[in-house]
């Protein structure tokens, strides 16, 4: 053991190289999470009319129904999403590469065992041809550490910052499901007051055949009034089972998203339609900009990725134009026997330590290569940028003229509302014709989804607002909800 003696401090000095190299490269894995403010208003906007919805009359698809709320919804997506589970083991994915990274500073253990027989002729030192007959067994241990510092140092940055960035796109991929859950949520609640609309204006057809039946009777009607409401009964009929079975795609469309079984009904809890405000609308549009690009974490996905990139960059020099450093200690016993005397286990140390370059033409296209990479990544960030800033632009517009729809709607549909009951009682009194009915009807069939989907755009609208902001989260879209 005298020789590992004599070699221990240069052992302790590689070793020490290995945690400088480590050292140098030790960033904080996770940054400090921002507090997110808060921009939700303090008190709702109050509805100017509130829709009834009733899913009494829809039938479940196959098995059964199933009635949910957003905030169950936003719960189940950010559980049971695919996409979300697939972050997750991108995540885990990288903490691979960063402890592979990390492995490579430290030296590598590699024992062997030998067994050798010689018989035969070999070549001695002087070059002629001797007759031998042995065999040798040899079993040894090494340590070995061979690599390239500067290498070594930036694939240790690089994973580290791809590490982050793998993490803030997880974020994102949460933040992308709950909006996606949310919206296809008001879909199905669009659907359903379509839904409601249609089996209203079925109930109101019904209605005028049983009236144009007993004035037929009375004598008071002709035949031609009951065959036109014959046929517009069959065409709310109509229209009405085109909506369920809308009803029942978008009910797929949320179950796919939640990784529910798609022959359940989802049926929303909700028994009335009213707005649901998630930003403020005195917030100004420079403000809402300096937002998204401060919290969206995508944005910080991207920028992350190409300082993982620039470091991939480094690293491919280095590893083209860089020394590399090698210590090599074996240790271990050998034996040989050559049929007239035995030699025993006897101990044999060995230690080499040097520097080498390899140079080569094919590494300036190497690094070539990269710095393409390089500048791929910035244009990424840019581009990216610009899509998120159109997306706060798109969604605050949306938001500001779905609000004076909502406004303008509400009048049409208390108008015809209005004109509705008058035109009725006129022909119930005999001083209106059926067909001012059945035009009156449709008016108000309008007027009714029109609101209903009016109301449910401004509320998408708020969501996708609040999601292009990077402030969505479960307990924001739980706060006022239908």
């Given at each position: 053991?005298?020789?590992?003696?004599?070699?221990?401090?240069?052992?302790?000095?590689?070793?020490?190289?290995?945690?400088?190299?480590?050292?140098?490269t030790?960033?904080?894995?996770?940054?400090?999470q921002?507090?997110?403010?808060d921009?939700?208003?303090?008190?709702?906007?109050?509805s100017?009319h509130v829709?009834?919805?009733d899913?009494?009359?829809?039938?479940?698809?196959?098995?059964e129904?199933?009635?949910?709320?957003?905030?169950?919804?936003v719960?189940?997506?950010?559980?049971e999403?695919?996409?979300?589970?697939?972050?997750?083991?991108?995540?885990?994915?990288?903490?691979?590469?960063?402890?592979?990274?990390?492995?490579?500073?430290?030296p590598s253990?590699v024992?062997s065992?030998?067994?050798?027989?010689?018989?035969?002729?070999?070549?001695a030192?002087e070059?002629?041809?001797?007759?031998?007959?042995?065999?040798?067994?040899?079993?040894?241990?090494?340590v070995?550490?061979?690599?390239?510092?500067?290498?070594?140092?930036?694939?240790?940055i690089?994973?580290?910052k791809?590490?982050?960035?793998?993490e803030?796109?997880?974020?994102?991929?949460?933040?992308?499901?709950?909006?996606?859950s949310?919206v296809?949520?008001?879909?199905?609640?669009?659907a359903?007051?379509?839904v409601?609309?249609?089996?209203?204006?079925?109930?109101?057809?019904?209605?005028l055949?049983?009236?144009?039946?007993?004035?037929?009777?009375?004598?008071?009607?002709?035949?031609a009034?009951?065959?036109?409401?014959?046929?517009?009964l069959?065409?709310?009929?109509?229209?009405?089972?085109?909506?369920?079975?809308?009803?029942?795609?978008?009910?797929?469309?949320?179950?796919?998203t939640?990784h529910?079984?798609?022959?359940?009904?989802?049926?929303?809890?909700?028994?009335?339609?009213?707005?649901v405000?998630?930003?403020?609308?005195?917030?100004?549009?420079?403000?809402l900009?300096?937002?998204?690009?401060?919290?969206?974490?995508?944005?910080e996905?991207?920028?992350?990725?190409v300082?993982?990139i620039?470091?991939?960059?480094?690293?491919t020099?280095?590893?083209?134009f860089?020394?590399?450093?090698?210590?090599?200690?074996?240790?271990?016993?050998?034996?040989?026997?050559?049929?007239?005397?035995?030699f025993a286990?006897?101990?044999?140390?060995?230690?080499?330590?040097?520097?080498g370059?390899?140079?080569?033409?094919?590494?300036?296209?190497a690094v070539?290569?990269a710095?393409?990479?390089?500048?791929?990544?910035?244009?990424?960030?840019?581009r990216?940028?610009?899509?998120v800033?159109?997306?706060?632009v798109?969604?605050?517009?949306?938001?500001?003229?779905?609000?004076e729809?909502?406004?303008?709607s509400?009048?049409?549909?208390?108008?015809a509302?209005?004109?509705?009951?008058l035109?009725?009682?006129?022909?119930?009194?005999?001083?209106?014709?059926?067909?001012?009915?059945?035009?009156?009807?449709?008016?108000?069939?309008q007027?009714r989804?029109?609101?209903?989907?009016?109301v449910?755009?401004?509320?998408t609208?708020?969501?996708?607002?609040?999601?292009?902001?990077?402030?969505?989260?479960?307990?924001?879209l739980?706060?006022?909800?239908?």
């Open positions: 053991m005298r020789m590992f003696q004599v070699y221990r401090p240069y052992l302790v000095k590689w070793l020490t190289v290995c945690v400088f190299v480590g050292g140098c030790t960033t904080k894995l996770r940054e400090t921002l507090q997110k403010p921009v939700t208003p303090e008190h709702q906007t109050a100017t829709l009834q919805l899913a009494s009359q829809i039938k479940p698809m196959y098995r129904i199933y009635a949910i709320n957003l905030p169950t919804v719960r189940v997506a950010a559980a999403n695919f996409d979300i589970l697939q972050a997750k083991e991108q995540v885990m994915a990288s903490k691979g590469l960063l402890e592979s990274a990390h492995g490579s500073i430290f253990l024992p065992v030998l067994f050798q027989d010689v018989q035969g002729s070999v070549q030192t070059g002629n041809l001797v007759g031998v007959g042995f065999n040798v067994f040899q079993s040894s241990i090494a070995q550490w061979v690599l390239n510092p500067g290498k070594v140092k930036y694939e240790i690089a994973a580290k791809r590490l982050a960035a793998t803030h796109q997880e974020q994102a991929v949460i933040l992308e499901t709950l909006r996606k949310a296809q949520y008001y879909e199905l609640i669009l359903q007051a379509r409601a609309a249609s089996q209203q204006a079925v109930s109101e057809a019904e209605e055949l049983r009236i144009n039946q007993l004035h037929h009777k009375a004598g008071t009607g002709i035949p009034d009951v065959s036109r409401a014959q046929a517009h069959a065409k709310r009929q109509q229209e009405l089972s085109r909506t369920l079975n809308a009803f029942y795609n978008a009910s797929v469309s949320l179950s796919l939640l529910l079984d798609s022959s359940v009904t989802l049926v929303p809890q909700a028994t009335e339609l009213s707005l405000d998630l930003v403020r609308n005195d917030i100004e549009l420079d403000k900009l300096e937002l998204a690009v401060r919290y969206r974490p995508d944005l996905s991207v920028r992350t990725m300082k993982a620039e470091a991939k960059t480094h690293a020099w280095w590893g083209g860089g020394p590399a450093l090698g210590v090599i200690y074996q240790f271990g016993g050998i034996k040989a026997d050559d049929g007239d005397k035995s286990f006897k101990d044999q140390q060995r230690f080499s330590a040097g520097a370059w390899r140079w080569s033409l094919s590494s300036f296209g070539k290569t710095k393409a990479f390089e500048r791929q990544a910035l244009i990424e960030a840019d990216q940028l610009d899509e800033r159109a997306q706060v798109r969604f605050k517009q949306d938001s500001n003229m779905y609000r729809l909502i406004s303008k509400h009048k049409q549909l208390t108008a509302e209005l004109a509705y009951r035109i009725q009682a006129n022909f119930e009194a005999g001083t209106m014709t059926m067909l001012d009915v059945l035009q009156s009807q449709d008016a108000h069939a007027a989804l029109r609101y209903a989907e009016t449910v755009r401004y509320n609208s708020q969501v996708n607002l609040l999601a292009s902001l990077g402030l969505i989260d479960k307990d924001k739980s706060v006022s909800v239908i």
